[in-house]
């Protein structure tokens, strides 16, 4: 709300001071008396500025006053209030230059001297900017019925601007054009990755190739050498049963030699015992009777027939001895040869190991190079994917200041949306007073205080019944873009914040 406002040197207003209430205020005055000027010392203490010298009808210098007399400064001081609390902004202009200061109800300086951060300030307090102030709240003189006598496709394009649509449009074209570069750009960078892994993956694959044969050829080397030893073992291990079974023969015959000697031994003894008895028999037949020597003498053809049995049992011993000592030299040449065979069995044994061991080292090897392989392939997907990470990180951050862009222009079009709500929430308020004192009976006229007529009163209310209705309307739809571009402004505050965080991991 307007409290007061001060004028020094103000147009044609030399000093002038003017105090506001509240309600309607009304400013009455012939043609030339400083009305306009008036609304323009509003405005310009204000912004900064007003419509008439905004698009450079007047320099800044005409708002001076000069006549009757002439002066070198101009000087503006309005006090406002918002909400409980109390401000004033006063701005002068001296030598085609200004200053202002913004104070508040103590006289604390908020804000000065520089013009454009005092504008901003007071800006932030009425949440409305100039371009709001001057298209829906303040209009020039001669200029009321604009929006009337605009036509059809005009009014529209002025009512976005007006409302801020147009930003809106801009917008989503910069965007859908950066989403469609993004894209273009995407199935560029795709298309060469795919290519270089192609290539990276083949080269690599060949060598591991190129690896792995040489592996299988000296794996499949120690698999033959491993079957020729395990044939001369098998063969080894026949000859060396061979051995084992002659062996076993040799320990027979030497059991049976020793069992023949002894046999041999004990039947020369017994030829010694009969010999002597048959020489003692003879000598006693000498004094025998004949009878009885004949009878001897047959008794010693028999034993002579038995010892000549036994010389020849003797003999076919001795025989038998004869080849077993033969048998024996063979046999321990045998022994010698079994030797030899043994360690050959060794020999072949310990190269079986070695080859084996050699096999299982090169299956280990095998083993490792496929793991090689497989950790290559898993470490070229990982660079493939933080290259196209990276990619996408360069992409955002080249689209950050872009984003920011956006992000600025949709929250100055928050900002007017919400700054729009308000002012016709303030509006619709207005309204449904207005129409709240009409429904009494005692409702009187702003202007003269007089008691309205019945009739008067009812198209008074009819006017403000359709003027509340329009301004719902269009505090309804100001509403849904207002929300509308609430969404948008956090999805872009979203994606800067993505964009910022990428820009520094980068870095």
Known sequence: MILSLKLRHWKSHESSDLTFGKGTNLIIGPMGSGKTAIMDAICFALYGTFPALKSRKIKLDEVVMQRPAKFSKAEVSLEFAVGDKTFVVNRTISSGASEAFLRDKTGSLLEGPQSQ?????VEKLLKVDYELFTRSI????NRIDYFIALGKGERKKQVDELLGIDKF????STAATVTN???SLKAELDSRLRQQDAQKTASEITVLRGELAGLEAKKNGVAASLRELGKKAAEATRELSQLEEKERGYNDFEREKARSEALAKQHSASRDRKAAVLSRKITRAELAEKPALEKRASELKKSLQELRQLE?????FREQTESAKRDAAALQGVAVSRQAQQELLDKLLKQRDEARKTLSEAESASARATAQLDSLRRQDAELSAQASEATELRQKTALLSDSEKSLETTRSDSNQLRELVASLNAASEQFESALQS???ESASCPVCDSPLPSDKKTRLSHEKTASLDKTRVELKDAQQKLGESEKKEKQLE???SQALALKQKLA
């Open 138 to 141: 303040y209009s020039e003189q």
């Open 117 to 121: 951060r005092v504008t901003e300030t």
């Open 438 to 440: 009409l429904s009494t």
């Open 494 to 496: 979203s994606e800067v």
């Open 169 to 172: 449009e801009e917008a989503r």
């Open 181 to 183: 570069r993004l894209k």
């Open 312 to 316: 020849g049992q003797v003999n076919a």
